[in-house]
């Protein structure tokens, strides 16, 4: 017996229609879902998603072992004579500072002195390059470097001493002629000053010029010295010189005082002879780069220590 089409159909819906309603009657499809209900779901997505930061053959694919880094650079050889700066920055240098160092020669110094400049420490690289000068023995080319860095670091740094009332005084001594100790009486005042502003300070110069009487018609010497200002000073040994004219009498003047000086520092102190003046070299330029400060200041104090007697 065969069923009727219609009540197929019929019974087929009733079935679909009957399991739809059955399942979905407490469903409310109107309201949307809670945050709780999405995360949850997220999760569950999340979950069901294959692992895509791992490729599929990680595990049989083997790891290369990663390269060893390049060996480092051997370090330099250590210097067994390494030059190092005063730990004692702070300390207001002396002008005998680096003098225990002068054993040690004129190379040292002058890397020493170098470095310091390098610093920015221009007056204790000044004191460096003064102590080549007056406590070793340098060569000709040592010299010559320390005598050109003496001149420009003179130019950038004040006096030494910046106080007049501290000043060693001394006298600049000069006999002559009257005529021409008229002439010579600027040139000297100016010659004191030259002095003043080679020592930096450290001496104060005052003039005195000794006139005398002579009929000889021939150019009348310019005798030179100088003297401490105590009462029983000491002097140095006088030169003189012939008056040519009055447009050499100046450098005629300073020459002869830097020779004075350059003979009293060699046979009264312990000091060296400073470097002669060159032919293309000025007085006034010899007198504040060949004699340092220090040597200026002996040269002071000698001057007024009574001399030893006889």
């Excluded at 702070?90 to 680096?98: C, K, Q």
Aim: hydrophobic share 35%.
């Amino acid at each position: 017996m065969r069923v009727p089409v219609p009540i197929v159909l019929l019974l087929c819906l009733s079935l679909v229609g009957g399991l739809w309603w059955f399942g979905t009657r407490d469903t409310d499809f109107l309201t949307p879902p809670s945050e709780s209900e999405l995360t949850e779901i997220r999760s569950r997505v999340q979950l069901s998603l294959p692992q895509l930061n791992q490729p599929a053959d990680a595990v049989s694919t083997p790891q290369q072992p990663e390269e060893p880094p390049p060996p480092a650079p051997p370090p330099p050889p250590e210097d067994p004579n390494p030059v190092t700066i005063d730990p004692e920055l702070n300390r207001p240098p002396s002008l005998d500072e680096y003098l225990n160092l002068a054993p040690d020669g004129a190379a040292l110094l002058i890397d020493l002195a170098i470095l310091l400049e390098s610093k920015e420490l221009f007056q204790r690289s000044l004191l460096a390059w003064e102590r080549i000068i007056d406590s070793t023995k340098p060569n000709d080319s040592q010299i010559d470097t320390a005598i050109a860095a003496i001149q420009r670091l003179r130019a950038k740094l004040p006096d030494w001493n910046t106080d007049p009332a501290q000043a060693i005084n001394v006298t600049l001594h000069a006999s002559t002629n009257l005529k021409t100790a008229k002439t010579l009486k600027p040139i000297l005042e100016e010659t004191a000053r030259d002095l003043e502003r080679a020592s930096a300070g450290i001496l104060k110069v005052a003039t005195a010029i000794t006139t005398k009487s002579t009929k000889s018609t021939t150019s009348p010497p310019v005798a030179l010295w100088l003297t401490g200002s105590t009462k029983k000073p000491r002097s140095t040994a006088i030169l003189s010189f012939k008056f040519k004219s009055s447009k050499t009498l100046s450098n005629d003047t300073r020459k002869t005082v830097f020779q004075i000086l350059s003979e009293f520092l060699a046979q009264e102190t312990t000091l060296p002879t400073p470097r002669a003046i060159g032919e293309n070299t000025s007085p006034i330029t010899a007198l504040n780069s060949h004699i340092s400060r220090r040597s200026w200041q002996e040269l002071g104090r000698k001057l007024n220590t009574p001399p030893k007697p006889q």
